[in-house]
């Protein structure tokens, strides 16, 4: 079974800062998805990833396959950037195992 | 589109009592399902279908049943409530299982049990 580690759990941050939320595997795997969920609870994806990186705005997210991990930097934070960012990876019965997220607060 | 809607948004039930949670979506993915999350923790597979009249059990299936008579419902069945069943929950749908295919969420189910 695939373990997910995500850090730091929480996370503030005054608007404008640089972001970088961590996400960390144990077993090999094609892809990586992002997920955001926002304060009404909702859930979204922003992006999956097998190799490299993907840019979506000010959002920027990064795959090292070798070392089994994977980061989502928000660039000039906003305050409606405040969500819980969750990564997710291949697990068992072809669905998703889901990281526990990583709350971020954007201070204005 | 609408995408994956669920049913009832909130909802409080009593110890004992049953309740089925609805979802449909209108993009005709094959597959669907449904999670549990609970504070702290990550989403939790309680059931899956891979398409109408197969349905399969998640990491947490107890306590719970589901069907899938048609390619568009994935309905959530609670028979006896616990307060263990305490939790938000989310249906979701994808195109093709595996990690390649991005998954749609539907907006939540906040259940409580007393």
């Known amino acids: 079974k695939n373990e997910v580690e995500q850090s730091p759990q929480n996370l503030t941050a005054q608007e404008g800062e640089f972001i970088t939320i961590n996400c960390s595997y144990s077993v090999g795997i094609s892809a990586l998805h992002w997920l955001q969920q926002h304060p009404g609870g909702g859930i979204v994806s922003l992006f999956m990833?097998?190799?490299g990186k993907k840019k979506h705005g000010r959002l920027i997210a990064t795959i090292n396959i070798q070392e089994k991990h994977s980061s989502l930097h928000i660039t000039a934070s906003h305050p409606r950037d405040s969500a819980v960012y969750i990564c997710?990876?291949?697990?068992?019965?072809?669905?998703?195992?889901f990281g526990s997220g990583t709350q971020l607060t954007v201070l204005p | 589109n609408a995408g994956v809607t669920q049913t009832p948004k909130f909802r409080i039930l009593k110890i004992g009592q049953s309740m089925t949670l609805q979802c449909t979506q209108d993009m005709n993915h094959n597959y669907m399902y449904w999670y549990r999350q609970d504070p702290g923790m990550g989403l939790k597979l309680i059931y899956y279908?891979?398409?109408?009249?197969?349905?399969d059990k998640g990491e947490v299936p107890n306590g719970y049943n589901v069907s899938r008579s048609t390619t568009e419902d994935f309905p959530l069945r609670l028979e006896l409530a616990a307060p263990s069943q305490t939790s938000v929950y989310f249906c979701?749908?994808?195109?093709?299982?595996?990690?390649?295919?991005?998954?749609?969420f539907g907006q939540g189910t906040r259940l409580t049990v007393v």
């Open positions: 997710a990876v291949p697990g068992s019965a072809r669905q998703l195992t």
């Open positions: 279908s891979v398409g109408a009249g197969i349905t």
């Open positions: 990833l097998s190799s």
């Open positions: 979701a749908s994808s195109y093709q299982g595996g990690s390649n295919t991005e998954a749609f």
